[in-house]
């Protein structure tokens, strides 16, 4: 029998193959090649920064504040913050400890309960999904952003080729009442009609951007400016990734740290502006009514997930770069506070703009409170539209969303890439293969993407915005990964990895939400959305054919039945005896560990029967 000498500040070795004489009880004929020294964090401010610039992206500034304004003001932070304390710290917590202790992807990880590897394969299908579809929102940033050069902006005026003889101009309520809007007559049309009408900004967005077709049977020719843009958003992520998280963890101090530079500008300018102050009442304004409705607090679990960026991978492939011994349980913390802080503030910048455009329209900050892409495209072009100097706030607008979306996109094809290359062991490294392997993921992105700058691309990018990377999918994900982690593999087990890596025991809160809260909660908000699952449409009007709801739910189903058919597979095609149904590799540094002497010899032996037993 060989042994290993085991360091404490060691991690231990993810066995990529074994050869085996004689069956699962033979002896070991042929040495594991080592694999090559994994790479890590030149510093842990890298691993810092690169969690911020993921996790903090387009949903905190232009999903939460409308969900706050939404259920009920401060009212809303209750349920919000419990949340955050029983799902998604937890959850955030589990995932970056998962990756530094099995230095692996996403999928490598699940070695720890090879029945349920599965969970790696979903996690893979969603930020592959997620890549593909959530630079589309990056793209259109930079083509508002180039367009923002220009001496007038274009969504400002109703006399460019895309506009129609609906469009009504952009106007204060002053201008109306006075009668000055323009040369143009509207009949008996009260201000807030006019307020309330076809806006060149809503032109600019379908007609000129858009060029939107009338369905999704219906895809049209490409926009050739959109996918110029689109091209080169891809070129920026992959230089961003190429090279690995040496480069990546420099990128980010830039990416992460300047859009809260812009934050700060966009306040200062905000409050400064009339109407600012009721629109940030309007924000925080508590409605204590709203507690006692069920969509309130589904909305609030359902953001912690969506922005703490929850059953990706990606965290995971991150934390596999930290140091062994790094202490993940203050960063989760850290992390998290810096994650749903930064919601909060951009609350304030979001509400005092739509704050001071309901004042100049004269009209009630509901009627101009948007969420998501109608908010960066639509509200906040209109407002600055408003504004001196209105194309210099529009450029540092729309700089910001795209470094918010850039970091997070360039670090969840990192998670994807990561993932792949960790299936391939030593015998199959060679020279880039990274720089090709993510060559390989940008171009196949790109060709997909392709469909999204069509005239029917939103069609398109709404199927994959609202099933294959949704609330349900990261659910389904996040509920298994407890469940594995805690009932599969260990609470306690788990515990004990992590206490040597860290040096202590986190607080029991943990366990105890990871095998009974976090769950319950996860399966809760997933029921209640199946249960009040609405067809797909799109602007509340067009209503997707029912081939449309199919492919929809197709891409839903993609990752999350890769956990039972790959469990199912497993057990009737690889495992063929009744004590290895459930098999549990012991991947703690008790049984699989290793020297440095035997790394720099460059081979690894390993006893076989020192691994069968644990199987069994």
């Known amino acids: 029998e060989i042994t290993f000498p085991c360091d404490s500040s060691d991690s231990p070795l993810s066995v990529s193959w074994i050869v085996f004489e004689g069956g699962v009880n033979g002896t070991l004929v042929a040495p594991v090649r080592a694999l090559p020294e994994r790479e890590t964090w030149t510093r842990q401010m890298d691993f810092i920064m690169s969690c911020v610039g993921f996790a903090v992206g387009l949903g905190n500034v ?7 304004y939404k259920n009920g003001g401060g009212v809303f932070l209750i349920p ?13 917590f589990l995932e970056i400890a998962l990756g530094q202790f099995m230095k692996a992807g996403s999928i490598n990880v699940w070695n720890i309960a090879p029945l349920f590897k599965g969970l790696g394969y979903a996690s893979m299908v969603i930020v592959f999904f997620c890549n593909t579809y959530y ?7 930079f083509y508002y952003l180039i367009k923002s050069f220009n001496g007038t902006l274009p969504w400002s005026s109703c006399d460019n080729e895309w506009n129609t003889d609906t469009c009504i101009e952009i ?3 002053e201008d109306c009442q006075n009668g000055t809007i323009g040369n143009a007559t509207f009949g008996n049309l009260t201000c807030e009609e006019l307020a309330n009408g076809r806006s060149p900004i809503i032109e600019f967005w379908e007609n000129k951007v858009l060029n939107i077709s009338d369905g999704l049977d219906q895809p049209g020719a490409l926009n050739w400016e959109l996918m110029l843009c689109l091209l080169a958003v891809w070129v920026m992520v992959y230089f961003c990734v190429w090279k690995g998280v040496k480069s990546t963890g420099k990128i980010v101090y830039f990416t992460a740290t300047f859009p809260y530079v812009v934050l700060i500008i966009l306040l200062v300018r905000g409050v400064t502006l009339p109407g600012a102050y009721d629109g940030i009442m309007y924000y925080l304004k508590p409605n204590w009514s709203k507690l006692g409705e069920p969509q309130v607090w589904i909305d609030a679990g359902t953001q912690i997930f969506f922005s703490y960026a929850i059953g990706l991978g990606a965290l995971t492939a991150l934390g596999s770069y930290n140091r062994f011994n790094n202490d993940c349980y203050k960063d989760a913390f850290m992390l998290a506070m810096i994650n749903s802080g930064t919601s909060f503030f951009a609350g304030f910048v979001v509400f005092s703009i739509l704050g001071f455009m309901a004042s100049e329209q004269g009209v009630d900050i509901s009627k101009v409170a948007e969420s998501g892409p109608g908010l960066a495209f639509i509200a906040y072009p209109k407002a600055v539209s408003l504004m001196p100097v209105a194309p210099v706030w529009a450029a540092l607008f729309f ?6 979306g850039l970091d997070s996109q360039f670090v969840g094809v990192e998670g994807f890439v990561t993932g792949i290359l960790d299936l391939f062991p030593g015998k199959y490294y060679m020279r880039y293969r990274r720089e090709i392997a993510v060559a390989i993921c940008c171009l196949l992105c790109f060709i997909i993407d392709l469909s999204m700058v069509t005239q029917g691309g939103m069609y398109v990018f709404q199927l994959f915005d609202y099933y294959s990377a949704s609330g349900m999918t990261l659910l389904w994900q996040a509920f298994w990964e407890c469940v594995v982690v805690a009932w599969v593999y260990g609470a306690d087990k788990f515990m004990d990895d992590i206490a040597r890596m860290i040096g202590y025991r986190p607080f029991p809160w943990m366990k105890w939400c990871w095998s009974f809260i976090t769950p319950c909660v996860c399966m809760g908000i997933f029921l209640f959305h199946l249960l009040n699952y609405k067809p797909l449409t799109y602007n509340n009007v067009y209503v997707y054919p029912w081939w449309g709801e199919v492919i929809g739910w197709c891409l839903a189903l993609s990752s999350m039945l890769c956990i039972p058919v790959t469990s199912i597979f497993l057990l009737e095609f690889v495992v063929h005896h009744r004590n290895l149904r459930l098999p549990s590799i012991d991947c703690s540094m008790q049984t699989v560990c290793y020297s440095h002497e035997n790394r720099r010899a460059g081979y690894l032996f ?7 037993t644990k199987l069994q």
């Open 62 to 68: 232009w999903r939460f504040p409308y969900l706050c």
């Open 135 to 141: 630079i589309m929102v990056l793209a259109w940033g």
């Open 171 to 173: 106007f204060r309520h």
């Open 399 to 404: 700089f910001m969303l795209l470094l918010l």
């Open 80 to 92: 919000y913050v419990l949340f955050i304390f029983l799902g998604g710290i937890p959850i955030f």
């Open 606 to 612: 390993f006893y076989a029967e020192q691994v069968i």
